[in-house]
């Protein structure tokens, strides 16, 4: 009996699989036991011309701030920057010794990789400004509102106001209420009772010529009753919204609205903005400070602050 029968599937006598022939076209042979070798993706490692393209690691740039922890590799000096300028960082270890060393590209390590250590911008010196352009007061502390107030249209002239000066009358302890239209404004006025000591400043819309706000105006400005205690002023637009520069809100213009249709649908129809609250949220969240607005309105506001602050 033969033994060593080399048929595929059959075991030769001593136990041991028979050998693979060797394909003629594959050096190594085919074995189906051997892993499939690894493929690699050149993708973008070698220009047109066929020479390699190098990319180099981007090097973080770290500010030197007191307190940091690096380490030299030249020298192995661990330490925390205690002091730096533009040329040279001072590094302390945790024994208490100091070294300098200059401010070099990529000279030092940061949680073990390279990083390039450059001095911390400088703090902004001078007054911190508001949104409104005054110097803003640090730790303002609440004080007791006035008896003098500021009225104004609508809630969103209101909601403007406290965007823009809401620091100003919250350290003038001015209050700003809506009156949600100016109907008989000098029957509102006359209520209030204007005094030295209780001055009303008055902000409308659409104060131009011929206009129903500046009848209304003229009403309260020609009551004797009211005297020099109050004060209107306005801006030329039919709604305070028309005062927030186009730029802010992302549109070339405001668009024109035809006589007799109610100004703010007609705007968000325009605009393809939904119902006036979503323009209203539109608006009033576009608006960051006295740069987004008409010169009318800015001046009209700072005004009235000035009126209704003044001691009687």
């Known amino acids: 009996m033969n033994g060593g029968r080399s048929a595929a599937g059959v075991m030769h006598s001593s136990g041991a699989p028979p050998r693979v ?24 490692a070698f220009g047109a011309d066929g020479t390699r393209v190098r990319t180099r690691k981007e090097i973080p740039e770290v500010p030197a701030e007191p307190g940091l922890v690096v380490e030299d590799p030249a020298s192995g000096f661990c330490g925390a920057v205690v002091k730096v300028d533009v040329r040279e960082v001072t590094l302390e270890d945790r024994f ?20 390039t250590l450059v001095k911390p911008a400088a703090a902004p010196t001078g007054p911190v400004r508001s949104a409104s352009g005054s110097v803003r007061v640090e730790n303002l ?17 209101a909601a403007l106001l406290e965007t823009v000066w809401g620091h100003d009358l919250r350290v003038e302890g001015v209050v700003v209420e809506p009156l949600h239209g100016v109907h008989d404004l000098a029957a509102a006025v006359r209520e209030f009772g204007p005094a030295p000591h209780r001055r009303l400043g008055i902000l409308v819309d659409h104060l131009v010529a011929g206009s129903m706000e500046t009848r209304q105006a003229a009403s309260v400005m020609n009551d004797l009753a009211a005297g020099p205690n109050v004060l209107v002023t306005g801006h030329p637009f039919v709604d305070v919204w028309e005062a927030v520069k186009p730029q802010a809100v992302g549109i070339r213009a405001w668009p024109k609205v035809p006589r007799g249709k109610d100004w703010k649908t007609g705007v968000c129809e325009a605009l393809r903005w939904g119902e006036p609250a979503d323009g209203a949220r539109r608006v009033l969240g576009a608006v960051k ?21 003044q001691e009687g």
């Open 21 to 44: 022939a060797r394909d003629p076209m594959c050096p190594l042979g085919y074995n189906p036991d051997m892993p499939a070798p690894r493929t690699h993706d050149y993708h973008g």
């Open 96 to 115: 208490g010794a100091r070294r300098v060393f200059p401010l070099r590209p990529a000279a030092f390590l940061l949680e073990g990789r390279p990083a």
């Open 141 to 157: 502390k609440a004080r007791t509102a006035r008896a003098a107030r500021i009225w104004v249209e609508g809630i969103h002239d």
């Open 289 to 309: 400070s006295f740069r987004d607005l008409d010169s009318s309105l800015i001046g009209a506001v700072e005004q009235l602050i000035d009126f209704v602050t």
